[in-house]
């Protein structure tokens, strides 16, 4: 008998099925099983998700909900029972259909976007060519900055192609962010099945939301079954890339593991160094004074026994929020400092494991895990996008203050206003305190169960909101309030987001310093390649951060093809070299400033991390994920001067 992945489906009995379709998210199951089985009638028009990303239970009541698990139940028994055959490949018309159901009407381009993401057929972003095809002996050889997810991405695409490569790391291990970040509470904000490659995707994730250590085992797992781990070099740092005109490639200095330098040499430099990978600490009199134990969320000292102490957090942000209701129950007491309050957005599970019967059925039904995947990127792809546009005529409420940024923003608001005001019905100081007084969206919204208001409400936890004038050796002087006394302080301020590729310094043509000539504006054509750079190519560069429609992850996954497509170009002759146009890239700025500036985070009076110290967006991308795929299908020569 052929292997058709039914085999624990044929072992479950029927309570166990049905047991397991009662905890499934419906929509995903489904339309798994119309493709499994090639009956499209399942997807019953009364069936029809609402696709809004904070829709409960996509939108279903519970009459249609309780049908449509019982029309997947009596499916799944008739796989089961051998009255139903798989089929073998789903036919374009009825795999169109199953996606309409999940993803609504669209264009041929959005669909064959879709169907790439779905990846049905396994790896639709790998090349489709091999460097000994193309240049049979000829040396070339590509240097990535970084072991962290875009990094490994671009290893592993350029030794599809057969590409020679070397991974510079400064760590002992890869995972980028997910290695250096270790605090309590650390953990994705993306639903797990979304921060995952597209090919590589796991139906075993134990939680919603996966906390650092199984993110950082699968970032591990990866390098090990890809072979990538092969070429990285640990512990080695590179200090300076330095363009040679003559030669037309570029010289990379490093910092060995033992601290001597070396200089090898690359025909193409891919930085997948990332936004957020340098702490920022607050620029407050006295910070260095304090004689307890100090330090930034990033950097978090494991030797400090927090059991009893009086401890400070500074900063509300992603971290906090992970951080306080992870500690709440082991400090003496706690003092959170707040300089804005955050908006949160209601995400029950974030750190709730997969019901046993959900991850059974991800495991035995073929095909489940990635339309699950699939049904949560079309609710993130566009997301909160349009809640997230600001319409210019928008006036603000009686008082004056900016507090929406468009009518949807204005709804948003009161959405979300109200599952804050939900969890404080009694306590009218706190209210105040946590309610945001500037639009949705206008900075990062961060997913949250509940259990940073719970911990708030704590006894023996405060909400500072006052100022902090200086740090002491013995606490935080507070604006009309003294000195606060603490035992630890934790920083939780983020990260030098705007200071792209610190503390590396890149020389150009003409030697030209790229952070000198961007002087904390970082500019890029597509977020990848600057004019100047000849064969230099960025991952997760200026403005290409998504904050409400999707992960991260897709947007490595576009650029890492339009650069392997880049490569491609190279190997094929018979230039040396590629740069981009100044005018092309210029105009490429100008769209994005032009995007961002309808954005509530464009507004001129938002003041996020998304700002640089100029006042311009240099992190965020204003339009569709769709958008972004189609500009990096690959290279248009016409955008590049060949050498």
């Known amino acids: ?89 789903l036919d374009p018309a009825r795999l169109r259909a199953v996606m309409r159901y999940l993803a609504g009407e669209g264009s041929d381009e959005q669909a064959e976007f879709l169907a790439e993401e779905l990846a049905l057929s396994g790896d639709p972003g790998a090349p489709d060519w091999r460097k000994d095809d193309l240049a049979p002996g000829v040396d070339f050889r590509v240097l990535v900055i970084g072991a962290g997810m875009s990094g490994l991405l671009a290893a592993h695409r350029l030794r599809q192609a057969g590409v020679d490569h070397v991974v510079i790391e400064k760590n002992e291990d890869v995972g980028g962010t997910w290695l250096e970040n270790r605090y309590p509470g650390c953990r994705v904000d993306v639903p797990s099945h979304l921060y995952s490659y597209s090919f590589a995707a796991r139906s075993d994730w134990p939680d919603h939301y996966s906390d650092r250590d199984t993110l950082l085992e699968y970032w591990r797992d990866f390098a090990d079954s890809s072979g990538v781990r092969s070429s990285i070099r640990f512990r080695t740092e590179v200090t300076e890339a330095a363009f ?50 100090a330090f930034h969320s990033a950097r978090w ?62 495991d035995a039904v073929p095909g489940y895990a990635k339309w699950y995947r699939f049904w949560l990127f079309n609710q993130y792809a566009e997301g909160l996008l349009r809640y997230a546009r600001r ?33 404080i019905p009694d306590d009218p100081q706190l209210r105040a305190k946590v309610i945001p007084d500037y639009p949705p969206a206008s900075k990062r919204m961060l997913r949250d169960n509940g259990a940073w208001i719970a911990a708030l409400r704590r006894p023996h936890v405060e909400l500072v909101t006052e100022p902090i004038e200086r740090i002491t050796p013995t606490g935080i002087a507070v604006a009309g309030r003294g000195e606060m006394p603490f035992d630890v302080i934790v920083y939780a301020t983020g990260f030098q987001a705007g200071d792209f590729l610190a503390p590396m310094k890149i020389i150009g043509r003409g030697g030209v310093d790229l952070r000198a000539r961007w002087d904390g504006d970082a500019t890029a054509y597509l977020g990848m390649t600057v004019p100047g750079f000849p064969n230099l190519f960025l991952m997760y560069g200026p403005n ?31 230039h040396k070299t590629m740069e981009v146009r100044p005018d092309v890239c210029a105009r490429f700025v100008d769209e994005v400033d032009a995007g961002n500036a309808l954005m ?11 700002k640089n110290r100029h006042g311009r967006v240099s992190q965020n991308w204003p339009f569709s994920l769709l958008e972004y795929w189609r500009r990096t299908r690959e290279p248009n020569p016409a955008d590049f001067v060949f050498d």
């Open 1 to 89: 008998m052929r292997d058709d992945g039914l085999t624990a489906l044929r072992k479950a009995d029927d309570e166990k099925i049905r047991q397991s379709v009662a905890v499934a998210d419906v929509p995903s199951l489904l339309a798994a099983l119309a493709a499994l089985t090639g009956d499209v009638s399942l997807l019953r028009p009364e069936f029809a998700p609402d696709r809004a990303p904070m829709a409960v239970d996509a939108g279903l009541d519970a009459e249609r909900l309780a049908l449509a698990r019982d029309v997947a139940a009596r499916t799944l028994l008739r796989l089961r029972d051998g009255e139903i055959e798989p089929v073998a490949d």
């Open 244 to 293: 040679d005109e003559e030669a037309g490639v570029w010289d990379v200095r490093l910092r060995t593991a033992d601290g001597a330098a070396e200089t090898v040499r690359a025909n193409v430099v891919i930085s997948a160094v990332g936004q957020l990978n340098r702490p920022a600490l607050p620029a407050i009199e006295g910070r260095d004074s304090f004689a307890g134990p």
């Open 301 to 362: 000292d494991d030797s400090v026994d927090l059991r009893g102490k009086r401890v400070a957090v500074v900063g509300t942000g992603a971290s906090a929020l992970q951080i306080v209701p992870s500690i709440v129950d082991a400090v003496g007491s706690m003092a959170v400092f707040q300089r804005s309050a955050p908006w949160l957005a209601p995400a029950p599970t974030l750190t709730e494991p997969f019901p046993e019967g959900m991850s059974w059925l991800l």
């Open 391 to 423: 319409d210019p005529d928008w006036r603000p409420d009686a008082s004056g203050a900016p507090r929406a940024a468009s009518a949807a923003n204005e709804e948003l608001r009161a959405r979300l206003t109200g599952y804050l005001c939900a969890q």
């Open 544 to 574: 290409t951060n998504i904050v409400v429609n999707g992960s991260v992850i897709f947007f490595s996954e576009c650029s890492a093809r339009y650069i392997l497509e880049a490569v491609k170009t190279l190997l094929k002759g018979p």
């Open 600 to 610: 509530a985070w464009g507004a001129p009076e938002a003041r996020s991390w998304y």
